[in-house]
Nanobody, 114 residues
Framework: QVQLVESGGGLVQAGGSLRLSCAASGNRFNINAMGWYRQAPGKQRELVADITSGSINYADSVKGRFTISRESAKNTVYLQMSSLKPEDTAVYYC?????????WGQGTQVTVSS
């Protein structure tokens, strides 16, 4: 079993920055990938960015503005968000992929005001 604890959401003005964190804990798990997804009201959940041992992927809408990073020793993934836009407003979810199972965080609200 893996537990995920997210932090860092909040309210920010357009053009501002926020940093999200997601720490994974549990017994005997091997992480294949860590990433961030978001879901805006009335929309489907979408990939924002993910990171594996060999690659990093970003949604086109966040390229050049968001940076994902991982601190393996702490099983923690970060999402640095800059130049935020109102359309970035959503609940952001952390996802951790292990062999055979995906774990999701509880979600953290990010609201960008214009």
């Amino acid at each position: 079993q893996v537990q995920l604890v997210e932090s860092g959401g909040g309210l920010v003005q357009a053009g501002g920055s926020l940093r999200l964190s997601c720490a994974a804990s549990g017994n005997r798990f091997n992480i294949n990938a860590m990433g961030w997804y978001r879901q805006a009201p009335g929309k489907q959940r979408e990939l924002v960015a993910d990171i594996t041992s060999g690659s990093i992927n970003y949604a086109d809408s966040v390229k050049g503005r968001f940076t994902i990073s991982r601190e393996s020793a702490k099983n923690t993934v970060y999402l640095q968000m800059s130049s935020l836009k109102p359309e970035d407003t959503a609940v952001y979810y952390c996802r951790v992929a292990t062999i055979g199972y995906d774990y999701w965080g509880q979600g953290t609200q990010v609201t960008v005001s214009s």
